[in-house]
């Protein structure tokens, strides 16, 4: 059979699957029109090149002959990369888990012609297994279902698609935002930490990093030693194990048990950006060695795999197999591979280091060791008899020998479309870790990969695209391109002290409150209705106001963060206006979801209840007394503070500062403010006291 419509596509999902007998469709109005005139159930699969079940759902069933044929004589078939539409996603999601109380990838959803959900599920087996039906016999079984007994399919699927398009109005209430709700969240997320592993809740475990965020920052004001217990413990034991990649850096997606030892091996931009700024601050809080490594870890990785170095940018993701008879083969290791790759001496230490034994971890092969610190160098130290500083410097050599031996290894393939709106957050986080680790080289990157990201992907009236491959833009009027973009901006703001940045991040939130705003309930729509290619289809109708960190932090609530820091900087009272608007709407949702899963917009209200430091510092940005203001100032932790600058010639400034340029400190030289709420100190020309204000908290 010939390439399937797919072979045009540009994402690799799409064109992996060009070969299939599958007559696939991509998402659009054909295949919906399609589905019309044949009368026929739509068979939706939502995946990504990433997802191992998706490339095995792939070869099981659909590279199968005789299930396409089923497929293709009673469905209409339509393919989606989740990445590619996170819009679509996040419908089907919601549907499906409504029906059966689970979602995932691949999610598999059958709908009317019209797009709206009756059935759905995720993986299917090829045969009866585990109490569970064949792809095959569910296939017939819906299909037999749709053909027989349609007027009740398609009442089913109407009443589910009101239920979900009426859910939020329905369940959402209006709450308040005070210090008695952030307590009791703070409470909630005590009782799912895990003491002995570290994290929040059992297996499977993933990072929560706006949980984190929202500890650290709460911590930083209120030094409760429990959050940094929590904090602490949470991060050390993802260091140390299997998640973190202990020889290339970065995190894989998720741990499969609760210890962190085993992950799910594909490694996501958009993970490693929550978790590159947790350890960024981590480090910053308590100056630990091990979250500094981490990060540079992560920084090293992204130098290396997850890069477009020649022209600015990064990748989406790495995948987790080379083959589909693989799991994790890449960043695993028997006994007989350290051995080849490291000299005997070496191999003890690491081995005792890392628990490299002769059972591993993987199930397909228990040869394979997941590598994860089982003994701190000390305890190897004494283990084997060996002085400790012999022991750092056999691990050390010994690790850079493993890693020469798997770059020889058919390393996992890298997703090279580029997304803005995971870019935003990889150039905040990584802005964060230049300021933090004085890495010029690190924000320079970051600085190229932002304008690269506007040169191609903004334009003025239509808003930010969402992503691109090989000069081919794709999809429009997703609101998360335009927030993370417009925080990346002003995270580059605070670490160049350039205007330029300053006013880009306002014309994309003046282009995200024109376009997105929800008038009726406050906060912003996922979708700008007018700008969307999603083809009109009911489903894409629904209205969804995202707050829940649901994979990565909540728009709302980073939309919430940078208008709040707007406000700071401009004085421009819309954004205070709308900021406080956004808070109330969603109090209700945010309490139902709990701080676990809505870490991002508790960190948020942590910082409405208890507002942000802002910094102001004056004086000609070329003086060196200015320079070493602004490095304190932006290097420190101070969670969401502004760092506003100015020479004084500025046409519009905060009513703030107009007292402060008339002092006559700020006419003898560079100086800094550090306010509090309404409550400012004393001018100062001393960075380290500058550091000092910004890290007591308080």
């Known amino acids: 059979m010939a390439d399937n419509r797919l072979a045009k596509e540009t994402s690799s999902y799409l064109k992996g699957a060009a070969h299939q007998p599958v007559d696939w469709y991509p998402w659009g109005d054909d295949a919906f029109r399609r589905a019309k005139e044949l009368d026929r159930p739509i068979l939706l699969d939502v995946g990504a090149s990433w997802c191992h079940w998706c490339h095995v759902i792939d070869r099981e069933s659909y590279e199968d002959p005789a299930l396409a044929k089923v497929i293709n004589e009673h469905f209409v078939a339509v393919k989606v990369d989740r990445d590619e539409r996170p819009d679509v996603d996040a419908r089907y999601q919601q549907a499906v888990g409504a029906l059966n109380g689970q979602g995932g990838w691949p999610l598999t959803a059958f709908l009317t012609p019209d797009g709206k959900v009756f059935y759905g599920g995720t993986y299917f087996p090829p045969k009866d297994a585990h109490g569970r039906p064949s792809f095959q016999r569910v296939l017939l079984a819906v299909s037999d279902h749709y053909r027989t007994a349609k007027a009740e399919a398609l009442r089913d699927a109407e009443a589910l698609h009101q239920a979900l398009a009426e859910e939020r109005g329905l369940l959402a209430s209006e ?24 994290g929040f809740g059992t297996a499977p475990k993933f990072p929560h990093a706006g949980t984190v965020e929202f500890l650290m920052a709460r911590y930083h004001r209120t030094r409760e030693d429990g959050l940094r217990s929590v904090v602490v413990r949470t991060l050390r034991a993802m260091a140390k194990g299997g998640v973190f990649d202990q020889i290339g850096g970065g995190f894989h ?29 981590a ?26 170095r020649e022209r600015g940018s990064f990748y989406a993701s790495q995948d987790a197999d080379v083959g589909l008879d693989d799991d994790g083969d890449y960043f695993t290791w028997s006994v007989d591979e350290l051995r080849e790759a490291v000299d005997p001496d070496e191999a003890r230490v690491l081995a005792a280091h890392y628990d ?158 024109r376009h997105f705003w929800d008038a009726r309930k406050g906060g912003f729509l996922d979708v ?171």
């Open 356 to 513: 490299i034994v002769e059972h591993g971890e993987m199930h397909h092969n228990r040869r394979k060791n997941v590598l994860y610190v089982d003994k701190e160098p000390d305890l190897v130290s004494k283990e084997l008899g060996l002085p400790l500083d012999r022991v750092m410097a056999l691990l050390g050599s010994g690790k850079a020998k493993m890693r020469a031996a798997r770059f020889l290894r058919t390393a996992p393939a890298v997703d090279r479309t580029i997304y803005a709106g995971w870019n935003g957050m990889m150039v905040a986080a990584t802005l964060r870790a230049g300021m933090a680790f004085a890495r010029e080289d690190v924000k320079a990157f970051a600085i190229k990969t932002l304008h690269r990201i506007l040169d191609e992907l903004w334009t003025q009236d239509l808003g930010m695209w969402h992503a691109t491959l090989d000069g081919a833009r794709k999809v429009r009027g997703l609101l998360e391109d335009h927030v993370y973009v417009a925080d990346a901006l002003l995270a580059a703001y605070t670490a160049t002290a350039e205007a330029v940045y300053l006013r880009k991040a306002e014309e994309v939130m003046g282009f995200v409150l």
């Open 253 to 281: 997606r998720y741990s499969t048990d609760a210890q962190w030892i085993v992950p799910h091996f594909e490694k996501m931009l958009y993970d490693n950006a929550g978790l590159l700024t947790n350890y960024v601050h």
């Open 283 to 308: 480090w910053q809080l308590t100056r630990e060695p091990l979250f500094r490594e981490t990060a540079e870890g992560i920084l090293a990785w992204l130098e290396e795999v997850l890069s477009d």
């Open 175 to 198: 709450g308040a935002v005070n210090e008695a709700m952030l307590k009791t969240s703070v409470e909630a997320v005590r009782g799912a930490f895990d003491p002995v592993n570290g």
């Open 528 to 698: 700008a209705e007018d700008l969307n290619e999603g083809g009109g289809l009911t489903t894409l109708q629904i209205r969804r106001r995202p707050i829940e960190d649901s994979p990565y932090a909540g728009v709302n609530a980073i939309a919430a963060l940078c208008l709040q820091r707007l406000h700071a900087l401009t004085g421009n009272d819309e954004y205070r206006l709308r900021h406080d608007e956004l808070m109330m709407s969603f109090a209700g949702d945010a309490r139902r979801y709990g701080a676990i899963y809505c870490g991002t917009y508790f960190l948020a209200a942590e910082l409405w209840v208890h507002k942000p430091a802002e910094v102001v510092i004056l004086g000609p940005r070329e003086d060196p007394r200015f320079k070493a203001l602004h490095a304190a100032a932006s290097s420190s932790y101070a969670p969401s503070r502004s760092v506003l600058v100015t020479e004084g010639r500025e046409s519009y400034l905060p009513a703030l500062v107009e007292p402060m340029l008339r002092t006559k400190e700020a006419k003898a030289g560079p100086v800094a403010f550090i306010c509090k709420g309404t409550t400012c100190s004393p001018p100062t020309a001393d960075p380290e006291r500058v550091k000092a204000l910004l890290e007591a908290g308080g």
